[in-house]
T-cell receptor, first 113, second 116 residues
Framework: AQKVTQAQTEISVVEKEDVTLDCVYE???????LFWYKQPPSGELVFLIR??????QNEISGRYSWNFQKSTSSFNFTITASQVVDSAVYFC??????????FGTGTRLLVSP | EAGVTQFPSHSVIEKGQTVTLRCDPI?????LYWYRRVMGKEIKFLLH????????ESGMPNNRFLAERTGGTYSTLKVQPAELEDSGVYFC??????????????FGDGTRLSIL
């Protein structure tokens, strides 16, 4: 069975702090895809990044970076120098190739000025 | 390019009534999905269309839920009769590509359904 765990329910930081959102996944498949989505207060789910199981390279996009480690089944997301606009619920999700996303319960990030 | 659009954004109905949710996918996306988030729990898969065909409906909770995608364009999700436990946010998503390609799914704003 597939499962995604986001153990952090809510994180509060002050602007300019760095913050890491944890994601641990479970699957027996050797080919799979991992995703991060952002849900701002407006409600839509915004796609942030996709990673496939054969590519363990870390990725950086501006203030965002992702650390994929197969050895620990983790796909963590770090925001550097957080801003108020980063406040949202962040979801990690897993696709084992059948186009059926398995989501974690989400981490609510609150960035205060 | 227009994103995935869902209508209505919010619906409040009484138990036993019928409600129909609509989703317009991104133009050209053959894959259309329905998901649901109930009571702050995780977002759960309901079903997947490829064009007008149901590829996977393993997540549909029961036969009170009926999804259609006539003509392979927009989709509707009907709940009849609605029960209290159906309350939640219903998300629609669409994507390109086929099975195994891992193409990202692009989501709409969701429909918040409240059953009284």
């Amino acid at each position: 069975a597939q499962k995604v765990t986001q153990a952090q329910t809510e994180i509060s930081v002050v602007e300019k702090e760095d913050v890491t959102l944890d994601c641990v996944y479970e699957t027996r498949d050797t080919t799979y895809y991992l995703f991060w989505y952002k849900q701002p207060p407006s409600g839509e789910l915004v796609f942030l990044i996709r990673r496939n199981s054969f590519d363990e390279q870390n990725e950086i996009s501006g203030r965002y970076s992702w650390n994929f480690q197969k050895s620990t089944s983790s796909f963590n997301f770090t925001i550097t120098a957080s801003q108020v606009v980063d406040s949202a619920v962040y979801f990690c999700a897993l696709d084992t190739g059948f186009q059926k996303l398995v989501f974690g319960t989400g981490t609510r990030l609150l960035v205060s000025p | 390019e227009a994103g995935v659009t869902q209508f209505p954004s919010h619906s409040v109905i009484e138990k036993g009534q019928t409600v129909t949710l609509r989703c317009d996918p991104i133009s050209g996306h053959d894959n259309l999905y329905w998901y649901r988030r109930v009571m702050g729990k995780e977002i759960k898969f309901l079903l997947h269309f490829v064009k007008e065909s149901k590829q996977d409906e393993s997540g549909m909770p029961n036969n009170r839920f009926l999804a259609e995608r006539t003509g392979g364009t927009y989709s509707t999700l009907k709940v009849q009769p609605a029960e209290l436990e159906d309350s939640g946010v219903y998300f629609c998503a669409s994507s390109q590509g086929g099975q195994g390609t891992g193409q990202p799914q692009h989501f709409g704003d969701g429909t918040r359904l409240s059953i009284l």
